[in-house]
């Protein structure tokens, strides 16, 4: 790789050892991936900040990081284990919160930006189209490429981290107009019956992995393309997508030759059915990820048709950011009013709640996938739509 | 009650070793050492020539044995070794397809063996580019041709996984009707999906445990299926 003096210098150990560190981290990975040079970033998403995700050694070593170093550019973070700052509504243990206050005061001693939030796209930090980003929460970076048109790599927690204190990513991948290529057309045949968009994308990531995939025929609004790309992210590794008609780089892209894959609704209405158990929930779960202005409204609506309160023995969880509930106060009024918890800083992923809540209702298949995952959380799920889950727990 | 039982190929019965794997079991007998990172850029590049050139042929005519040496070339082209590059390639393309399957997972002996005892009909849909044929003569010499009385390529149809047509095709050549027919394979998204669609019962096998999906039945190895067929009536 070709680095600047100063990148030199700072591979050398002149920035003090952890920026020597975080330096060959990247250096690494440019060499790996075949990157000529760093490029500036605007801003980075760091995930997995929940002790529920990192543990003590990592904690440990994100202690150390905080005596020497800063951040050098916006450093927005992903949900807590608990709610941190909101009114204690998640009940976690004594230690873990401690535990967890140890990462979150080690961040901020860094300087890192207290969103909590896997969408920051929906707060004032949303990048502007053509920003260079080292974003590591998978369904914020396929959002940022596909709809926001910002390049960022799916990072893993090293790099962003390593990102955020030099303000550096190496050039490549997504970085690059080749590394955002559609590589296979999907075909969505909507006449036999409506595709929930969250399923699709489950469905979609299994079959495509890494591969970026060209959409014909859904034209999805900006939730819809936050459910599909928040799947498919969790359930393959799917880094960006195009809509033909949609996303702002959907018609640069020549699709002629390209492996094709059609899809209707009845996979993926047998894909939907394989997600979900048929048991009683003691949590029903809403906002993976984290929901958007809109979506809060919508469900707030909904609960308000209803007009009833929340049946006994089962909580009512809606997951979203301190910026989004802010700015929507009178729907969350009406949640609060019919006994929802409406929830910041942390999410039904991320905290530990196998224990409380051994089988979850959720409506997302990101969050099915998580929840579900015997080495994360091992819960039962239950799978439906927001609109049959406040028809049937309220 | 379920009277016959189909299984994937790859996965399933069969291991497949990555095919970077391969590349250095086969060259490095042969004297030649590379990083690993060097044999997935190989096999990487080898794959992306299949993608480009070939993926559009007619089915049938997609793994030929001027394919497989053109995918191979490709592949050394990366590796640059030195040497006689005609013998290097003669090698790959010798001993490719034979090495990249690494046997039968642990679980399929008994599991077949008690099925056959049971006198359980027994098919594979295999989601492969070799012809039915091939995917035969591979299960006979990997010693479990005999159990399987219907054997189905991908490459022999003009559908891949999931379409449910596979699915029913196997089922027509074992003459047992769907709702009497279980599904076993390790794809959530290709076989449990397809076979479901198709009307059969499916089973997950899911050997590490990573499941991800509440609504569907899964074993961790194969030597479970004979009970859990008593579970199913």
């Given amino acids: 790789m070709e680095l600047t003096r100063e990148e030199e210098a700072v591979l050398r150990g002149e920035g003090g050892p952890r920026k020597q560190e975080c330096m060959k981290i990247l250096v690494t990975l440019g060499e790996m991936?075949?990157?000529?040079?760093?490029?500036?970033?605007?801003?980075?998403?760091?995930?997995?900040?929940?002790?529920?995700?990192?543990?003590?050694?990592?904690?440990?070593?994100?202690?150390?990081?905080?005596?020497?170093?800063?951040?050098?550019?916006?450093?927005?973070?992903?949900?807590?284990?608990?709610?941190?700052?909101?009114?204690?509504?998640?009940?976690?243990?004594?230690?873990?919160?401690?535990?967890?206050?140890?990462?979150?005061?080690?961040?901020?001693?860094?300087?890192?930006?207290?969103?909590?939030?896997?969408?920051p796209y929906t707060t004032d930090f949303a990048p502007p189209k053509g920003a260079?980003?080292?974003?590591?929460?998978?369904?914020?970076?396929?959002?940022?490429?596909?709809?926001?048109?910002?390049?960022?790599?799916?990072?893993?927690?090293?790099?962003?981290?390593?990102?955020?204190?030099?303000?550096?990513?190496?050039?490549?991948?997504?970085?690059?107009?080749?590394?955002?290529?559609?590589?296979?057309?999907?075909?969505?045949?909507?006449?036999?019956?409506?595709?929930r968009y969250t399923v699709l994308g489950a469905y979609l990531g299994k079959l495509l992995g890494r591969k970026i995939p060209y959409f014909r025929g859904v034209r999805p609004d900006l939730d819809g393309l936050?459910?599909?790309?928040?799947?498919?992210?969790?359930?393959?590794?799917?880094?960006?997508?195009?809509?033909?008609?949609?996303?702002?780089?959907?018609?640069?892209?020549?699709?002629?030759?390209?492996?094709?894959?059609?899809?209707?609704?009845?996979?993926v209405g047998e894909f939907q059915r394989c997600l979900g158990c048929d048991e009683n929930p003691q949590l029903v779960a809403i906002g993976c990820p984290h929901c958007t202005k809109g979506e809060l409204i919508q469900i707030a609506k909904a609960v308000k048709q209803k007009g009833r309160k929340l049946k006994p023995g089962t909580e009512l969880w809606?997951?979203?950011?301190?910026?989004?509930?802010?700015?929507?106060?009178?729907?969350?009024?009406?949640?609060?009013?019919?006994?929802?918890?409406?929830?910041?800083?942390?999410?039904?992923?991320?905290?530990?709640?196998?224990d409380q809540f051994p089988v979850a209702a959720v409506n997302s298949a990101k969050a099915s996938f998580y929840m579900n995952k015997k080495a994360f959380s091992g819960q039962k799920i239950v799978f439906d739509t927001t609109e049959n889950l406040i028809e049937k727990y309220l | 009650m379920i009277r016959a039982v189909i299984f994937d190929r790859a996965g399933t019965l069969v291991r497949e070793r990555p095919g970077e794997e391969v590349l250095r079991e086969i060259l490095h007998p042969m004297g030649y050492e590379r990083p690993p990172e060097a044999y997935k850029k190989a096999e990487t590049a080898s794959r992306r020539r299949w993608r480009e050139k070939y993926q559009g042929l007619p089915r049938g005519h997609r793994w030929s044995r001027e394919v497989r040496r053109d995918c191979l070339q490709a592949a050394l082209e990366v590796l640059a070794l030195p040497g006689d590059q005609e013998e290097l390639l003669a090698r790959l393309d010798e001993q490719w397809d034979a090495l990249r399957v690494h046997g039968l997972y642990g679980g399929?002996?008994?599991?077949?063996?008690?099925?056959?005892?049971s006198r359980i009909p027994m098919g594979v849909l295999a989601q492969t580019l070799r012809s039915s044929l091939e995917v035969r003569a591979e299960l006979e010499r990997l010693g479990v041709g005999r159990y399987f009385g219907a054997i189905l390529s991908v490459e022999d149809t003009e559908w891949d996984k999931p379409d449910p047509k596979l699915f029913r095709a196997v089922a027509d050549r074992l003459e047992r009707p769907v709702s009497e027919v279980l599904f076993v394979g390790d794809d959530l998204a290709k076989d449990i999906v397809g076979a479901r669609s198709a009307g059969m019962f499916a089973v997950l096998v899911d050997r590490h445990g990573a499941t991800t999906a509440a609504g569907v039945t899964s074993v961790t190895t194969l030597a479970q299926i004979p009970a859990l067929l008593n579970t199913l009536g």
Wanted: net charge neutral.
């Fill in chain 1, 132 to 195: 260079h980003l080292a974003w590591a929460e998978s369904s914020a970076v396929i959002y940022a490429n596909s709809v926001l048109g910002a390049y960022s790599n799916r990072e893993g927690a090293p790099s962003a981290l390593a990102s955020a204190v030099l303000g550096k990513t190496p050039d490549h991948g997504l970085h690059r107009q080749e590394g955002r290529r559609a590589q296979v057309v999907v075909d969505v045949d909507v006449s036999k019956g409506p595709i």
């Fill in chain 1, 226 to 267: 936050k459910e599909l790309g928040s799947s498919m992210s969790a359930w393959g590794a799917v880094p960006m997508m195009h809509v033909e008609g949609v996303t702002p780089e959907a018609h640069l892209q020549d699709v002629r030759g390209l492996e094709r894959i059609q899809v209707d609704a009845g996979v």
């Fill in chain 1, 318 to 354: 809606v997951c979203s950011n301190r910026q989004v509930i802010q700015e929507t106060a009178s729907a969350v009024e009406v949640l609060r009013q019919a006994g929802a918890k409406v929830i910041q800083d942390t999410c039904m992923v991320v905290a530990p709640l196998s």
């Fill in chain 2, 108 to 117: 399929v002996l008994p599991c077949l063996g008690a099925l056959a005892a």
């Fill in chain 1, 33 to 119: 991936y075949g990157a000529r040079k760093l490029l500036p970033i605007y801003s980075v998403q760091l995930s997995g900040i929940s002790y529920k995700t990192m543990g003590s050694a990592g904690t440990e070593f994100l202690e150390e990081m905080a005596q020497e170093v800063k951040f050098a550019v916006p450093t927005t973070i992903n949900p807590a284990g608990y709610d941190v700052g909101g009114p204690g509504l998640v009940r976690t243990s004594d230690d873990f919160r401690s535990k967890q206050d140890r990462i979150v005061k080690a961040l901020m001693t860094m300087g890192a930006v207290p969103t909590f939030t896997c969408t």
